[in-house]
């Protein structure tokens, strides 16, 4: 059955520094998504992505964050300048666009020291 | 703006017994999805059961079945013969309809229910 897939699952970062999230959505879904859960909080949408670029993101999204589908298969979440508070559990997440359920990677576990 | 809200952080049940997870939301649409994704220790979002608001008729999946009552904006899920490995996190969530102008497909989550399934 396919799945999503986001590596690594596991980045301890220092403060300030840059870290690049990996997700590879479900090869036939054209809808990609980011969310960010804190550590046993509710799950937050950062942003989405269709036909290469962004469609729609959250207040959560600033500057700092960008998105990338740099070919046919990644999608990627960059993180510019890591604060104390990305620490999160961050999913990776596709569309299938005829039943519209949204299917979920395992998640990178991003601890920002 | 659409919400979601779970009002009870914190659930058990006794193995083989029957559970009910509560979730309201807010909205203004007429047509959208709601969702209930499962969470277990190893945090994996897992889809359990989904309904589309303008179908009449609850949706069901196994042991797993929801109350949806639209009128009052609320969505139950319903686990029936509860087993250990039901025990995680569950979430609902709110996505608008494929058709809405301007959808993204962006899932809007409620707090979480801890369900914790005891022997």
């Known amino acids: 059955e396919p799945e999503v897939t986001q590596t690594p699952s596991h980045q301890v970062t220092q403060m300030g520094q840059e870290v690049i999230l990996r997700c590879v959505p479900i090869?036939?879904?054209?809808?990609f998504y980011w969310y960010r859960q804190i550590l046993g909080q509710k799950v937050e949408f950062l942003v989405s992505?269709?036909?290469?670029?962004?469609?729609?993101k959250s207040e959560i999204f600033d500057d700092q964050f960008s998105v990338e589908r740099p070919d046919g298969s990644n999608f990627t979440l960059k993180i510019r300048s890591t604060k104390l508070e990305d620490s999160a559990m961050y999913f990776c997440a596709s569309l299938d666009g005829i039943s519209y359920e949204q299917y979920f990677g395992p998640g990178t576990r991003l601890t920002v020291t | 703006a659409q919400t979601v809200t779970q009002s009870q952080p914190e659930m058990s049940v006794q193995e083989a017994e029957t559970v009910t997870l509560s979730c309201t939301y807010d909205?203004?649409?007429?047509?959208?999805?709601l969702f209930w994704y499962k969470q277990p220790p190893s945090r994996q979002m897992i889809l359990v059961i989904r309904?589309?608001?303008?179908?009449?008729q609850n949706a069901t999946e196994n042991r797993f079945s929801v109350n949806f009552q639209k009128a009052a904006k609320s969505f139950s899920l319903k686990i029936s013969d509860s087993q250990l490995g039901d025990t995680a996190m569950y979430f609902c969530?709110?996505?608008?309809?494929?058709?809405?102008?301007?959808?993204?497909?962006?899932?809007?989550f409620g707090q979480g229910t801890t369900l914790q399934v005891k022997p």
């Open positions: 969530a709110f996505m608008k309809h494929a058709r809405t102008p301007g959808n993204t497909g962006k899932l809007i």
């Open positions: 992505f269709y036909n290469n670029e962004i469609s729609e």
């Open positions: 309904q589309e608001a303008y179908k009449q």
């Open positions: 909205t203004s649409e007429n047509n959208y999805y």
């Open positions: 090869s036939n879904h054209l809808y």
